[in-house]
């Protein structure tokens, strides 16, 4: 009896062990992913903060006709979400239904996490849903001090030529313990800082970024054009770095990211453009009307503006 219990026992043990190890998170390395692109002007529709909270409310179905409206009027090369797509106990599942939709639009997307997509979830829980997608362009990234999930690079190729780069970075989510000064918001790790570094002093081509929360450089927006509703900018805590290789490299010309919902503004900084994308969710606060934002780059040369639900909408 004490021979098959300890069997058992010992069995129990190894099933728990291998579920463990299938569910964490599975790093991947630093090559870029290319997205083949018809003509020599790349066309981006940035979404963000969709908080999908339940699946089967209307104010989820709204958000899913917005960004299917908004698809729908051009030719766009890639979506990416700027992250909060979810903010519910139920993540998970909505994850794999907003997976379904993106797939079901048949353009190539991708995106970045925001601060309430693990409000309940593990990054495991949600990346799962990212198996057999025929049109998500997406990886988890090495795995960096500090540096979250999803920090990648996409190489756009027209001609068999590398046109243009885009890199995604995880901002993460609330801090624990934080000042006054340094703000609640996590940020870039010095880890994230040296992995964009390594990579874009490679780079022959100008690039764009994209992450969730904003850098501190947002704070203090001059000869702004949009809207500045919230009189505040929810920045990271800390400035580790970022801008300033930015502005050392001079290859990455534009920032954009999403957090604020009251915020749509853009402004140049040191020759980079800081924007924030449109709010996208219906479950989200703020009465802005929701939209999205239309970046256009013809070689190299980068325009952005903000659609409306209105301007859209059948």
């Not at 022959?204 to 704070?219: A, D, E, G, N, W």
């Amino acid at each position: 009896m004490k021979k098959i219990f300890g069997f058992l026992l010992l069995l129990f043990l190894s099933l728990t062990l291998f579920a463990c190890a299938n569910d964490e998170i599975i790093w991947t390395d630093n090559e870029s992913l290319v997205l083949e692109v018809d003509s020599e002007t790349i066309k981006i529709l940035q979404v963000t903060d969709l908080h999908l909270a339940y699946g089967i409310s209307n104010r989820d179905q709204m958000t899913y006709d917005l960004i299917k409206n908004l698809a729908s009027a051009d030719d766009y090369d890639l979506i990416v979400v700027t992250g909060d797509i979810t903010m519910s106990p139920q993540a998970s599942m909505l994850y794999g239904q907003f997976v379904t939709f993106m797939e079901s639009l048949k353009t190539p997307w991708t995106l970045v996490f925001g601060n309430h997509d693990t409000d309940f979830h593990e990054y495991k829980d949600l990346v799962k849903h990212f198996d057999d997608t025929e049109y998500l362009y997406y990886k988890n990234g090495p795995q960096l001090e500090d540096g979250g999930v999803g920090n990648f690079k996409i190489d756009f190729k027209y001609n068999d030529d590398i046109i243009y780069h885009a890199y995604f970075l995880d901002t993460k989510a609330e801090r624990d313990v934080y000042t006054e000064e340094e703000g609640e918001y996590e940020y870039l790790s010095l880890a994230q800082v040296q992995w964009y570094e390594d990579l874009v002093q490679q780079d022959l081509k100008k690039s764009t970024v994209f992450m969730h929360i904003p850098l501190r450089q947002y704070m203090d927006p001059v000869n702004y054009t949009g809207v500045f509703l919230e009189d505040k900018v929810y920045a990271q805590g800390v400035d580790t770095g970022f801008f300033d290789e930015m502005v050392t490299y001079g290859l990455s010309h534009a920032v954009f990211v999403g957090h604020d919902h009251l915020n749509d503004f853009s402004f140049l900084k040191d020759d980079i453009l800081l924007a924030y994308g449109r709010i996208s969710g219906y479950t989200a606060y703020g009465y802005l009307e929701r939209g999205g934002r239309h970046i256009e780059i013809t070689n190299e040369v980068l325009t952005t503006y903000v659609i409306l639900e209105s301007e859209v909408s059948s």
